[in-house]
């Protein structure tokens, strides 16, 4: 249910963006999206409704959790009795890459209203990853009478390495140098992307994007030494 609404939402957002089936034909292709005025399956001339319909799934497709999607490798350990922690975080990673290059796409049409588009996807999808666990943090740090900077401190010279660079909710305050937090990143599974988000925006503000790199400018930074990849394993 959740899919229909969201592809009737993209389609409703597309079609006033496009003044006929040309224009929409040529941000299909820009998205990577290749089709023609003709359907190949039925031999008929595509309207403009088929063609925003086919945009609007393709989106769908791609940035919606869809475990069919994972790889064979993925959904055979999904069988194992652990295999459901597995698919999530592949599906996951698998739709994140999809979104920042969809958002980088659009950011690099030439169409201003698109390119808008792009750009606050970017940031809505980092306010909706990263904004609960950073407000929860702050909420946290003031109801315990703690500051980012101690718990910064904490971090960088007395936590364990999974906690060195994750949201802390504090519990109490510090005491003798000791506190109790909980890792709000364990909780959260979207925290490892913040950094892949962060360049992606920088991109997109430097206007330095040619559409056909996207992909490969994405790829490099999830599977960067430092990348998302890399902290998941």
Known sequence: LWKI????????????????????????????????????????KRTYDDVLDEISAHEIRNTYPTYSKVPPAIQTLRKLPMGNFIAFPAEIFRTATRIIDFNLKQAAHPKPAIRQMGIKGLIGTTLAFFGVGAGLTGLSQALTGTSPDQWKAYQRSFAFDWDRNANLIAFTGFDQGKAKAFNFSYFSPYDFLQKPLAAAIQKAEDQNLNPQDTSNFVLEIMFAPDGPMMEML
Do not use: C, W
């Open 5 to 44: 609404y969201g592809r009737q939402y993209v389609k409703s957002q597309m079609s006033p963006l496009f003044k006929g089936i040309d224009e929409a034909l040529e941000y299909a292709n820009h998205m990577g999206l290749k089709i023609g005025k003709v359907n190949p399956m039925t031999t008929l």
